[in-house]
């Protein structure tokens, strides 16, 4: 399991076109990729379960636990993104309800794109 940031601190201003504004890149990929949004309401919890494929999440709003094969948890909150391998354990949880994107594809590489979470 690695951490990474995608906030604003951690973004690139962008000005071409007259423009204004931060982008944090997140990742690139070339091959099939599933991106969904998921809601965990107060109490919601994702199971203790294998990755089928690398998956990459990404904590908009909210914050919660995360914990992969060891039983410890982490703590994350909007702006951090957590990183499992294909066949890695892995379960989230939250208290207080957690909205996130979920990135699931073959070959993700999000170190090319994210500073690694200190």
Same mark, same amino acid.
């Given at each position: 399991?690695?951490?990474?940031?995608?906030d604003k601190d951690?973004?690139?201003?962008?000005?071409?076109?007259?423009?204004?504004?931060?982008?944090?890149?997140?990742?690139?990929?070339?091959?099939?990729?599933?991106?969904?949004?998921l809601h965990l309401?107060?109490?919601?919890?994702?199971?203790? @379960?294998?990755?089928?494929? *690398?998956?990459? =999440?990404?904590?908009?709003?909210? +914050? &919660?636990?995360?914990?992969?094969?060891?039983?410890?948890?982490?703590k994350v909150q909007?702006?951090?993104?957590?990183?499992?391998?294909?066949?890695?354990? @892995?379960?989230?949880?939250? *208290?207080?309800? =957690?909205?996130?994107?979920?990135? +699931? &594809?073959?070959?993700?590489?999000?170190?090319?794109?994210?500073?690694?979470?200190?």
């Amino acid at each position: 399991m690695e951490f990474y940031k995608f906030d604003k601190d951690s973004g690139k201003h962008i000005s071409k076109f007259n423009s204004n504004f931060i982008m944090s890149r997140i990742l690139q990929t070339d091959k099939a990729t599933h991106i969904g949004c998921l809601h965990l309401d107060e109490n919601g919890v994702i199971g203790y @379960h294998q990755a089928v494929v *690398s998956q990459l =999440l990404l904590i908009m709003h909210g +914050e &919660g636990y995360v914990r992969g094969e060891k039983e410890e948890y982490d703590k994350v909150q909007g702006g951090d993104a957590v990183f499992w391998e294909k066949d890695e354990w @892995h379960e989230t949880k939250t *208290s207080t309800g =957690l909205t996130g994107i979920v990135i +699931e &594809g073959d070959d993700l590489n999000p170190s090319l794109f994210m500073p690694l979470k200190k």
